[in-house]
Nanobody, 125 residues
Framework: QVQLAESGGGLVQTGESLRLSCAAS??????????MGWFRRSPGKERDFVAA????????NYAASVKGRFTIARDRAKNTVTLQMNNLTPEDTAVYYC????????????????WGQGTQVNVSS
């Protein structure tokens, strides 16, 4: 059974930073050739794409709202993916979900194979 466990959420003030981590377990090398990513769900909204990284880390893509502030990275050997979030604003308040895509590249929620349980990020003004 594959499990994705997020950590690193919390409460910060506007302009501060957080680093989210996602550890995959029960997979062995199962996810080493899969794209990984992050989505988020703000109160009263749909779950939206935030960032994705290709199977080998060579390609990344970001939502326009976070580009230049967030950075996604992965360690294939450790089956981990991180999301460095800088210059946070209250609009970034959401539950953040780690995702493992079916293919080597990803970005759409319909392409997600596994989801994490989510970690809450709150940004106060």
């Amino acid at each position: 059974q594959v499990q994705l466990a997020e950590s690193g959420g919390g409460l910060v003030q506007t302009g501060e930073s957080l680093r989210l981590s996602c550890a995959a377990s029960g997979v062995g090398r199962l996810l080493s050739n899969n794209a990984m990513g992050w989505f988020r769900r703000s109160p009263g909204k749909e779950r939206d794409f935030v960032a994705a990284i290709s199977w080998n880390g060579g390609s990344t893509n970001y939502a326009a709202s976070v580009k230049g502030r967030f950075t996604i990275a992965r360690d294939r050997a450790k089956n981990t993916v991180t999301l460095q979030m800088n210059n946070l604003t209250p609009e970034d308040t959401a539950v953040y979900y780690c995702a493992a895509f079916r293919g080597s590249y990803g970005g759409r929620s319909s392409d997600v194979r596994y989801w994490g349980q989510g970690t809450q990020v709150n940004v106060s003004s």
